[in-house]
Each structure stands twice: as structure tokens, then as C-alpha cells.
């Protein structure tokens, strides 16, 4: 479970985040919902520990993360905004590299990589330097290294940017999958198909703020709109929604 | 406290690095550069040597003066070989390294005891002939003061009265020691191994890491930043400092295969020297590194990183330069300068005359102290969110 309070983040005179609150279960997606330049992707380096917030606090399954960084990092499982690979090393290597890292060795880890390498359906290119990868493989493989040490709570910052349709079936399946394993997954996209395809809770972000929070249909009640689609603009106003996909 | 992933860093930086060709290469040339050179300039110098001794002299217009080039043909290593038709244009063309011509009247002079003109045509730009030439003009010099004294004393007149000076040429740089000044730059070239052979994992591993967008990744792993860092430069620093032994090994090799006799230089790196000499050099194997993965860390690509690292090699070369103005060797009080001290104990190995024990331990710790320094600052700049997301 990830709890966030109040976090605000300015850059120069720009507040990219400012006063964000919301709670993400354990057993349901969660959907950070917003136009580009809302402050998702500046939220979630907060949460995940590598930008420090001004003010606001987050507790990872309770326990402060920002006493203890390292802490709540071995409790989160991570896609970031940036998931570059190095090109010279094999797929198998690069989720060895993390969960090592994690502190995993031996035998577990061996077995945990093999059942991400079938879950991700990745048998094929499992040992093959990933210089030569297509986009979507190489996707699965930062999302194979980001879960290697079967973490509780999983943050994915615009995971299917930019994938064909079989690889975001695959990103599709594997969020379903860890759901159905009682864990907590924050999900971020200013895709609103993918958000209202996956999401259980939806937290809508615009300018920094959360402007609203529910299922899908508490969003379309509380706007008083007929869909989904309506709803995001009216609760994020037409000009910021325009910017949205 | 659980330092296993110092280790899996450093082992992972190697593993990518040995697959990168571009640092494959990197580090060959690093090594191979400085004994190849250091054997070719000895090989030059001491074949420039052999050739003065035998030297080959072609003369236009032999038949006017036989007195002389008998007398010539007389002096050891000498031939005398029929000159071109244009001595000038074949010097100018470099057809021939020179020549001498005699003229149509030197007979006719000679007999009348007057000055024999010869003209001897040769380009001194050409740094290879130069001790040929210089041995040519001795040999003529003598012949001149020889048939003149003879002149004197068949005229009744000591031939001293025409020498008003007794010049006594002492030539201080000689072969041996043009040979010994080539060791010193053996320092230089170990210093450079360390700085150039470490260069491509400490750049890759930083500047490129934040390049690919693979460092927020890492980041996302409870590893504190420090021991990052420092599984980084161990993988930087290992390459450096097998960079400093091979590139010690090989040069040994090469000067052992040299013709060195014939220099009278007698000069081999053994044993117990290239061990003196890797513990004097060992310590920038871990300053070297550190520096280049702080500088990296402030690049946001790999190419940047490298310009930074141009600016690193030209440090290197300062001891070199600076012993051309005054020597650096037996001073003491340098020893615990990094760099500069490391360059100043292996010229004093390499004179034969070792630094005490204490000062190689002092020598390392002014290394470590600063290795440390540049370590934290590295780490510093990985905990800044400007650094981490910063592209």
C-alpha cells in the first residue's frame, strides 16, 4: 500500500507538484490519469525515492520512505519515465544484475528469473545481447528486472508508451497477473483508453493537483458527464485535456 | 554492512566493458603505446650510432686529389664510392645523405701548399645523417691538421706554434646517455597506461549510464550511492592498474630485445626493478580512476566525458615536462604529491637509487586520501536529482 500526503515539488519558480494526496491498495490498479506536464512522472520520483518532496509525506506499507530510502525501495518494484538497457548485455544478465543487487543470489533468484523470463514471454531472447531488441522486448525486459525481487508495491510511469498492440497485451497481462497477487500498482498514462482498460481507482492529476479520485463510474457521476472521456475534460478543463492523447 | 554489491557492480562494469570492442581497443593502444615508442627511439638512436661507424662517402672528382682519398680509404669502416654527376640536387632530392666534390684545382693548390678547396654538400634537416656528417668533418679536420703540421715541421717549425688554443671538446650527451634520457620517459608512459587504460569503463559507467537513461533504473535499487560509486571506479581501477603491469612487462620485453651493446648502454628491466616500480606507480591506478568518474559524473554523454578526459592526459604529461627544466629526481619532499611524486620515485628507481619504504607508503596515502575525496564527491553528484534526471 503507498500513501502520499500533501507532496510538493517546485523547480525554480515552477510548482510541478503541488499538495498531491491519494492512497494506492493493495489488490487494485491504481491510475494516475493526466494531460502531459501534470506532475505524474515528478509525483512517482518522489514516491519512488530519487526526487526529495519540499513538504508531504509517503509511507510504503506503512513505513516512512522518506526516513528510510533504501528501505522502501526493496518494497517497490519500478518502471521509471527512463528504462534504458545496456546494449551489451544479455536479458537473463540484466535481471541477474538487479536482483543481485536486490541482494537475491543462488538458486531463488535463478528460479524467480525464470518465471518472469515465461511470464513476459521472453524464452525466445532470454540470452541474447539486447543491443538488437525491438522496443517492446526491450520494455519487458526493464519491467522483468524492475519485478525480480517479487515486490509488494509496483509503480509504472507510462509503461505502453509507444508499444504495439501485442507487447501492451503482454504489459497488460502481467499487471493483471501481480493484481491478482494482492499487490499495489500505481499506473501512470495520459492514455485514457489504457487507464479506463486497467484501472480500478483513478486519480486524476492536472497542474499539479488532484482534481478528482474514484472508479470510473464515481468520475463520470461527479462530473455529470455521459462518458469517461467527458468526464477527464470537464474535471481537467478543455484546454489542459487537449494536450492529452 | 553488506558490501556484496561493490562487487556486482564492478564485476558487471567489466563484463560490459570486455564486450565493447572501442574499449577493447582503447586499452590495447593505452599499453602497447609507450614500450613500442620507447623501442623504436632506442632502436633509431642506436642504429644512427652503428651507421657513423661505417660510413660510405661518395666524392665527385676523386681523381684530383688521390692524397686524400687514400688517406681516407686508410681510416677504419671507411668506402669511398664514386659521386653523382649534380651533387647538390642528388643531396637536395636526397638521392645521396651527402657528398663531397673536389674541385679541378686542388692538386694544383695542394702542391703549392695553399688551402685545397673541397665542398662537402649535406642537409641538416636530416636529423638521421647527422652523426654520418659530423663524423666526415672530424675525419677531414684531422687529414687538414695532419698534412699541415707535416708542412710545418718539413719548413723547420713546431707545429704548435699554429694551434694559439689547445681546445679540448667534451661532448656531454652522448649516445648512452641520449639512450638513459629515453628510460625517463618510461615513467611517463606508466603514468599515461593508468590514466588511458581505466578511462573507458570510468566513462561508460558514469556519463554513459546517464546517456542510455540506465541510471534511474539503477538508482531504484537499495544500494546505497556510495558503494555505486565505488563498485564503478574498482572496476575502473583493476583495468588501470593491469594497464601500469603489462605496460611495465612489455616494455622489459622490448629492451631486452634490443641491441643495447651497441649503445654501451647496459640496461634491463629485472625483476626486482618492474616490482619497485609497481609499487611506486600502483597508487595512480586508484586516483586516476576516481578523478575520471567524478569528472564523468558531470557529463551527460559519453563523447563529453572524453573531452574532459583529453584535458586528464595532458596532466599527466606536466612531471614529464617539467623534468626538462629541472630534474625531478631525489627530492623527497614530492613523494607524497600525487602523480608528481609517483613520477618522481620511479626516476629514482629507474637511477638505481630506490626510495625507503616509508616513502612508498607515504606516496600511497597522499593517493588514498585524495582517491577517498574524489570518490565522495562522486557520490555527492549521483544523490543530486540535477545529475539523475538531468539530460
Same mark, same amino acid.
Given at each position: ?126 540470452? +541474447?545481447? @539486447?543491443?538488437?531488441? &525491438? %522496443? ?5 525486459? #526493464? =519491467?522483468?528486472?524492475?519485478? !525480480? ?33 494482492? +499487490?499495489? @500498482?500505481?499506473?501512470? &498514462? %495520459? ?5 479506463? #482498460? =486497467?484501472?480500478?481507482?483513478? !486519480? ?42 | ?391
Amino acid at each position: 500500500m503507498i500513501q502520499v500526503q500533501n507532496l510538493r515539488k517546485t523547480f525554480g519558480t515552477v510548482v510541478a507538484v503541488d499538495g498531491v494526496s491519494f492512497t494506492a491498495h493493495d489488490g487494485i490498479v491504481t491510475g494516475l490519469l493526466g494531460p502531459n506536464g501534470a506532475g505524474k512522472t515528478t509525483s512517482l520520483r518522489m514516491i519512488y525515492g530519487l526526487m526529495k518532496p519540499e513538504i508531504g509525506t509517503i509511507q510504503i506499507d506503512g513505513n516512512d520512505a522518506l526516513a528510510d530510502p533504501l528501505a522502501a525501495q526493496t518494497r517497490l518494484g519500478v518502471l521509471p519515465d527512463q528504462s534504458g538497457l545496456y546494449p551489451r548485455l544479455t536479458a537473463r544478465e540484466h535481471i541477474r544484475y538487479f536482483g543481485n543487487l536486490q541482494g537475491l543470489t543462488g538458486a531463488p533468484l535463478e528460479q524467480r528469473m525464470q518465471s518472469l523470463i515465461e511470464i513476459l514471454d521472453l524464452k525466445n531472447v532470454a540470452d +541474447r545481447r @539486447v543491443g538488437g531488441f &525491438s %522496443h517492446g522486448e526491450r520494455t519487458k525486459v #526493464a =519491467l522483468a528486472r524492475a519485478l !525480480v525481487h517479487d515486490p509488494q508495491n509496483i509503480i509504472l510511469d507510462e509503461p505502453t508508451n509507444g508499444l504495439d498492440v501485442l507487447s501492451t497485451r503482454a504489459v497488460r497481462e502481467v499487471i493483471r497477473h501481480v493484481k491478482s497477487e494482492n +499487490r499495489c @500498482v500505481v499506473f501512470s &498514462s %495520459h492514455v485514457m483508453q489504457e487507464v479506463s #482498460a =486497467l484501472c480500478d481507482r483513478i !486519480v486524476v492529476i492536472a497542474r499539479g493537483r488532484v482534481v478528482a479520485e474514484g472508479s470510473a463510474d464515481e468520475l463520470i457521476a461527479q462530473a455529470g458527464t455521459a462518458t469517461l472521456e467527458d468526464a477527464f475534460v470537464s474535471l481537467v478543463g478543455p484546454q489542459a485535456a487537449g494536450e492529452a492523447a | 554492512m553488506n558490501l556484496a554489491p561493490i562487487l556486482t557492480i564492478a564485476r558487471k562494469e567489466l563484463t560490459d566493458s570486455s564486450r565493447d570492442r572501442r574499449a577493447l581497443y582503447g586499452v590495447l593502444i593505452g599499453i602497447l603505446i609507450g614500450p613500442l615508442l620507447i623501442g623504436f627511439m632506442l632502436y633509431q638512436i642506436a642504429g644512427q650510432e652503428k651507421a657513423a661507424n661505417e660510413i660510405r662517402i661518395p666524392i665527385v672528382g676523386r681523381e684530383y686529389a688521390p692524397i686524400l682519398v687514400n688517406w681516407l680509404q686508410q681510416q677504419p669502416g671507411v668506402e669511398i664510392v664514386a659521386g653523382p654527376p649534380d651533387a647538390e640536387k642528388s643531396v637536395r632530392e636526397r638521392d645521396s645523405e651527402f657528398v663531397l666534390v673536389i674541385e679541378k684545382d686542388f692538386s694544383e693548390k695542394f702542391r703549392e701548399s695553399r688551402p685545397a678547396p673541397v665542398k662537402m654538400f649535406s642537409d641538416s634537416t636530416r636529423q638521421s645523417i647527422r652523426a654520418k656528417v659530423r663524423r666526415l668533418r672530424a675525419l677531414l679536420g684531422r687529414f687538414s691538421a695532419e698534412t699541415g703540421g707535416m708542412r710545418l715541421i718539413a719548413r723547420g717549425v713546431s707545429p704548435s706554434i699554429a694551434s694559439a688554443l689547445k681546445m679540448e671538446d667534451v661532448e656531454v650527451s652522448n649516445a648512452q646517455q641520449r639512450a638513459a634520457s629515453i628510460f625517463n620517459v618510461i615513467p611517463m608512459f606508466l603514468l599515461l597506461a593508468a590514466f588511458s587504460t581505466g578511462m573507458q569503463i570510468a566513462t561508460d559507467s558514469t556519463a554513459g549510464e546517464r546517456e542510455r537513461g540506465s541510471l534511474e533504473p539503477l538508482l531504484l535499487n537499495p544500494v546505497p550511492r556510495w558503494q555505486l560509486v565505488t563498485g564503478k571506479w574498482l572496476a575502473a581501477a583493476a583495468v588501470a592498474f593491469c594497464g601500469i603491469v603489462f605496460t611495465l612487462l612489455i616494455t622489459s620485453n622490448v629492451l631486452s630485445r634490443l641491441p643495447l651493446e651497441d649503445l654501451g648502454v647496459r640496461y634491463h628491466l629485472g625483476p626486482s626493478d618492474i616490482l619497485l616500480l609497481i609499487a611506486a606507480i600502483a597508487p595512480v591506478a586508484l586516483v586516476a580512476p576516481a578523478l575520471q568518474v567524478y569528472l564523468a559524473c558531470f557529463a551527460k554523454s559519453f563523447k563529453e566525458a572524453q573531452s574532459y578526459m583529453g584535458f586528464l592526459v595532458l596532466l599527466v604529461t606536466i612531471p614529464g615536462v617539467l623534468t626538462s627544466f629541472f630534474p625531478l629526481t631525489n627530492r623527497p619532499w614530492l613523494h607524497p604529491v600525487p602523480i608528481a611524486g609517483q613520477f618522481a620515485m620511479s626516476m629514482d628507481i629507474l637511477g638505481g637509487k630506490p626510495p625507503a619504504a616509508w616513502a612508498f607508503v607515504l606516496a600511497a596515502v597522499g593517493c588514498v586520501a585524495l582517491t577517498a575525496v574524489f570518490l565522495s564527491l562522486a557520490t555527492r553528484l549521483l544523490t543530486a536529482e540535477k545529475i539523475i534526471f538531468g539530460r
